[in-house]
């Protein structure tokens, strides 16, 4: 007998069971729903990525709040006095509630600490972090704000706030502070490294501290969980119980689990069976002239831990290796700029540019070129069009908390066709093992792949991917989500127990 896959719905009957009379109260940087001004009408988009996918259904059945930094142009003139909307603005079933940062406050929190410090201290893409005293404060004062936010709403009710990522790490001890009955979760979205690198920080002692007024906290895989409870264990006055997974500091508790986050598969697999999606298609191949070649794609957002360099560099070594393909082999990558402030994205912009004009030029004929590069923000339709085209697509990640990438790809072939070509640095890596797993600084490996994934006949390649697509759908992103609620309303409080009652 199989099991039935997780769907919105079994997970809002799951948070009628398990939320009983507490109130749910998420936090993130990001807000689910962004209000802009288009000429001068408000209107709202949905950020793309999996949180709001797996988060709004079950806001939407609980009815409680987001607490999100009010980023959109539009947001100010949404908002109520006390800075509510409800939400979704078609049909409203929670409320979300706005953090409202100033520029100075933005550059320093967002850009600085955790896109300049933390965000590099997570992964091992040999980018120096900055550790900068001024961003610090301004990451310690906006945490603070943040909780100032959640405490205001919660008004002494029983509560479970869910925290999302390395924007907040301090938000839930801040939280227990306040009111230590507050359910405090959080999922932290990047990898975490081993103590070694992690010491470097100057506010180690700090972070930890913070983190550790979770009830339950969560990573992708047990490998980052395990460098956690070792960076702890070295770091702070702790008990670590590494059989439990479980951290007790100031007599708290706090489990630490893994929770692999993914895509709503049949939603993306319905999304790609569209017409609009089959029309997309026969566009773009007509404007890149891709008709009649063999396609690779990428789709990211363009950041030094994802190995765009590498790949482009693999496709130079694939040609030069294999000369027949070229005419015949096209590499398109596709994906938003982001963070371009900050001087390491402005470097990785360069290199790009660099070894695009590099390769393209060296291998070009007539008007084919080996790399097509579109760094532009493209409508979801395109990028289920691109995955429909792509014979194989690359992940190269040097460093992945997990990458919804590959599981993207996957979701989208309701053909069953199609290699993914797949990083072992990266979460994803440890579920989908039918994908060709390569070292991305392992150029000749790396080169060899791509060729192997051209070739592959039509069975293999059907093969890995009916498997890769069943351990997609079954664990979806409902999974996630059910399986973090129900550890955080029970298996957290339950740890809570026994030694609170000492
Ligand atoms: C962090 C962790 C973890 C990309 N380009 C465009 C576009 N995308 C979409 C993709 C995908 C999302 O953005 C990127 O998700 P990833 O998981 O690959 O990476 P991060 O942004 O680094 O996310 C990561 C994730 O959190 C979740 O926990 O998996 O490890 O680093 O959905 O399709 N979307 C649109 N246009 C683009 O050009 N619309």
Known sequence: MT??????DSLRRLVQREIGDYRLVVVSNRQPYIHELIEGKLRYVVPAGGLTTALDPLMQECGGTWVAYGGGKGD????????????????????LRLVWLTEEQEKGYYYGFSNEALWPLCHNAYTEPVFDAEDWQTYQAVNEEFANQVLDEIDGQPAAVFTQDYHLALLPRRLREADPDIITGQFWHIPWPNPEIFRICPWQTELLDGLLGNDLLGFHIGDHCNNFLETVSRTIDSRVDLDFSLISHHNEPTLVRPFPISVDFEDVCQSAASPYVTDEMERLSDELGLNGMVVGLGIDRIDYTKGIPHR???????LEKNPEYIGKVVFVQAGVMSRTSIDAYQQLAEQIDGLLEEINTRFAVRDWKPIIYLPTDLPNVSLLALRRLAQFCVVSSLHDGMNLVAKEYVASRFDEDGVLILSPFTGAAHELTDALIVNPYATEHFADAILEAVEMPYEERRTRMVRMRSIVRENNIYKWAARLLVELMQGARRARRPIRNH
Not at 3 to 8: F, L, R, V
Not at 76 to 91: F, G, L, Q, S
Not at 312 to 318: D, E, I
């Open 312 to 318: 482009f560099r693999a496709m130079g070594r694939f």
């Open 76 to 95: 100010w003139y949404a908002v109520d006095e006390r800075n509510r909307i409800a939400v979704p603005p078609d049909d409203p079933q929670y409320t």
């Open 3 to 8: 099991t039935p896959t997780w769907n919105a």
